[in-house]
């Protein structure tokens, strides 16, 4: 079956840095596009990043440009995140997600049908 499992979240101060790590197994990994999302307390569900398949294209929320870099490594079936200078209003619940689809496309809950269990980051001095 499809299993996402996140880690690599905890507690860091403003200005650090976090690298969160997505493990895929249960389906071809190189076929599909994959997501990262966040959800902070009271907050809606937030799109931070996603990227296609091959990792040819890339996406990412206006709030997190030039501090997030999403990656994959298909050999490994492992979707990153790396978070650089984070902020107290990056604090939330991160969750990977799997697309239907192979392509990037604008986010749409319903274009993803697998979702990790999320791991908590938490940005405070």
Do not use: H
Request: net charge positive.
């Amino acid at each position: 079956q499809v299993q996402l499992v996140e880690s690599g979240g905890g507690l860091v101060q403003p200005g650090g840095s976090l690298r969160l790590s997505c493990a895929a197994s249960g389906f071809t990994f190189s076929n599909f596009a994959m997501i990262w999302v966040r959800q902070a307390p009271g907050k809606g569900l937030e799109k931070v990043a996603g990227i296609n398949n091959s990792g040819s294209t890339i996406s990412y929320a206006d709030s997190v440009k030039g501090r997030f870099t999403i990656s994959r490594d298909n050999a490994e079936n492992t979707l990153y995140l790396q978070m650089n200078n984070l902020k107290p209003d990056d604090t939330a619940v991160y969750t990977c997600g799997k697309s239907k689809r192979s392509y990037w496309r604008a986010f749409d809950q319903n274009g993803y049908d697998y979702w990790g269990q999320g791991t908590q980051v938490t940005v405070s001095s």
